[in-house]
């Protein structure tokens, strides 16, 4: 028992090598991820107030226009390197499903929505390398330390445009997921007398709470479009789901406010911009370990939608995106940048609504917190049908 505390406890050690899909989490909490489709990561990935209708959480009134029963869905990959400013410490790769919608019209009242997504991405490993005293010697070992797994969010909406200019959404929701975490030691056997066998610790989590989403969207003679919404999430409630946790925690999630308009330019050029703030300040208190500040994102992008191929529209995207990302990392506060681009393929069209729509996006980014920086790339394929 002794030996699996001291283990733990060294998840505060710095890193002498990490293995992630981002090192920049605390707590164990992990990274916030936005339940986003390809073609708002291609426009700076805020996904509020692009014109036409989706379904993204973050904007919960744009279904409002969803006449006919519609599915969407998201995947993504990201290829991730990391380093301390003397070269590459680790790189890393994963695939995520990270959003999946559907929609249904309910006669004439408006359109009810499901929709499932990631909240927070909390895979990542790490590796510590360090002397440990052993009475008038001390010996050579290798701490690891493993998270695998996430929190999500399901969501039942509900929007209605009640005027020709207004639009009103929302939807309520609960968190789920589950998380193992594993810690293991190595002694060098050059270091030790007696051979000293490797062991290991672990624990599994699931999460649970409710969330509620509120939004609208005011449109301006089809030439401008302005949306915000009101993330209130409530509390994440980790409870044990393994023996070897006997703990459960508490964490209170961040409010978020979101805003983002589209404005026509000029005949087939459309701009995008939007912002984002939540306070992490609450959430850090409930980890004690971690420190965290109020997160601002800022983004926007351009739309090229008179662009073809083959005779089918075929939209262009260029976005850019920079964030602050909520908790310190070795006394540092983290952010991002990234720069992204894409298109889309509108593959049925019926007048001016797409019944099959492919988006691409991909998105070169970079993550920096004092000496530490991650360097990545991220790709997002996404396909939304409707009238099926």
């Not at 991730?80 to 309910?106: H, I, K, M, Q, W």
């Not at 989590?205 to 509120?214: D, H, I, K, L, P």
């Not at 589209?262 to 984002?276: C, D, I, K, Q, R």
Request: proline share 5%; aromatic share 8%.
């Amino acid at each position: 028992m002794r030996a699996a505390l001291l283990l733990l406890s060294l998840v505060a050690l710095r890193p002498a090598g990490v293995s992630a899909q981002s090192l920049l989490s605390a707590a164990g909490l992990g990274v916030p991820v936005e339940s986003l489709d390809a073609r708002a990561r291609a426009l700076g990935g805020l996904g509020l107030g692009v014109f036409g209708p989706s379904l993204l959480p973050s904007d919960p009134a744009a279904p409002a226009d969803l006449r006919l029963p519609s599915v969407a869905f998201t995947l993504g990959g990201s290829w991730v390197d990391v380093d301390e400013g003397n070269g590459t410490l680790s790189d890393a790769s994963g695939t995520r499903f990270p959003f999946l919608a559907a929609s249904y019209p309910a006669r004439s009242l408006g359109v009810l929505t499901v929709s499932y997504g990631s909240v927070l991405d909390q895979r990542w490993r790490t590796r510590v390398e360090h002397l440990v005293p052993l009475e008038e010697t001390s010996a050579r070992v290798t701490d690891t330390f493993f998270s695998d797994g996430g929190v999500a969010a399901l969501r039942l909406g509900f929007a209605s445009r009640i005027a020709p200019s207004l639009a009103l959404g929302g939807a309520v929701g609960m968190y789920t997921g589950e998380t193992t975490r594993r810690g293991s030691r190595s002694f060098d056997s050059v270091d030790v007398i007696v051979a000293i066998p490797d062991f290991q610790t672990e624990g599994t989590w699931r999460y649970s709470g409710f969330n509620a989403t509120v939004g609208a969207i005011v449109d301006v003679a089809e030439v401008l479009r302005v949306a915000a919404s009101l993330d209130w999430p409530g509390s994440l409630e980790a409870e044990p789901a393994s023996p070897e946790v006997t703990q459960s925690r508490s964490y209170h999630m961040p409010v978020t406010l979101r805003v983002g308009a589209s404005g026509v330019l000029a005949p087939g050029l459309v701009v995008t911009v939007g912002a984002s703030q939540a306070d992490w300040s609450g959430t850090a208190d409930d980890t004690g370990e971690a420190t965290g500040r109020t997160a601002r994102t800022f983004g926007g992008g351009l739309e090229f939608t008179r662009a073809s191929l083959s005779g089918r529209d075929t939209p262009l995207r260029l976005g850019w995106r920079r964030s602050d990302l909520p908790f310190s990392l070795l006394g540092e506060e983290p952010s991002e940048t990234v720069l992204a681009g894409g298109l889309g393929l509108n593959l049925v069209q019926v007048e001016d609504l797409p019944r099959a729509r492919l988006d691409f996006s991909l998105e070169r980014g970079r993550r920096e917190a004092g000496s530490l920086s991650e360097s990545f790339w991220r790709a997002s394929m996404g396909l939304q049908v409707s009238g099926f």
